[in-house]
Every structure is written in structure tokens, then in C-alpha cells.
């Protein structure tokens, strides 16, 4: 798997935990929109598209299968956040 594009939208909310929300192309032919930046206690991390349950639990629409693609993922967004980051 490639990651052949990476967008990053800014969210310009004061104190937001969300800081922006990203799409992804893989392999120039696959796309996954809504991909959250979130600041946590730990830092930043990613939250993959997700929606509510009737229950109120929140479930994942997309993920990866593995720690190796997450991190490919990861690391591909939180490359092109701070490149957008630094820009502003």
C-alpha cells in the first residue's frame, strides 16, 4: 500500500481538541475522508471516520487492519499537518 496524497484541513477553533481533519488517497485510487487530528493529554493522534450507534458508542466506518498501516497513516498526516501547521 502507498500513500499517494495527503490534505489536511485546518480547524481554526480556540482550545479545540480537534485541530484538523484530513483525507488520504491510497494507491491513487482509494480515498478516506474525515480523518481527525486530535490534541490528547499524550500529544496528538489521528481518529479514523467513525459514527454513532443507536447505544451512543462511536464505531469506526474504516480502519486499519494492523499497527504498520496505522502508523504509515499516521506518520503520512502528522507530516502534512505540520507542513500546513508551520504555514500558517
Given at each position: 500500500?502507498?500513500?499517494?496524497?495527503?490534505?489536511?484541513?485546518?480547524?481554526?477553533?480556540?482550545?479545540?481538541?480537534?485541530?484538523?481533519?484530513?483525507?488520504?488517497?491510497?494507491?491513487?485510487?482509494?480515498?478516506?475522508?474525515?480523518?481527525?487530528?486530535?490534541?490528547?493529554?499524550?500529544?496528538?493522534?489521528?481518529?479514523?471516520?467513525?459514527?454513532?450507534?443507536?447505544?451512543?458508542?462511536?464505531?469506526?466506518i474504516?480502519?486499519?487492519?494492523n499497527?504498520?498501516t496505522?502508523?504509515?497513516i499516521?506518520?503520512?498526516?502528522?507530516?502534512?499537518?505540520?507542513?500546513?501547521?508551520?504555514?500558517?
Amino acid at each position: 500500500m502507498k500513500i499517494t496524497d495527503v490534505r489536511v484541513r485546518m480547524v481554526t477553533k480556540d482550545e479545540a481538541k480537534l485541530k484538523a481533519v484530513a483525507s488520504i488517497t491510497i494507491d491513487e485510487c482509494f480515498v478516506v475522508h474525515d480523518i481527525k487530528v486530535i490534541s490528547g493529554k499524550d500529544g496528538l493522534f489521528i481518529s479514523m471516520p467513525s459514527r454513532k450507534t443507536p447505544e451512543g458508542e462511536y464505531k469506526d466506518i474504516v480502519h486499519p487492519i494492523n499497527t504498520e498501516t496505522r502508523e504509515q497513516i499516521k506518520d503520512a498526516i502528522m507530516a502534512e499537518y505540520n507542513k500546513v501547521a508551520d504555514a500558517e
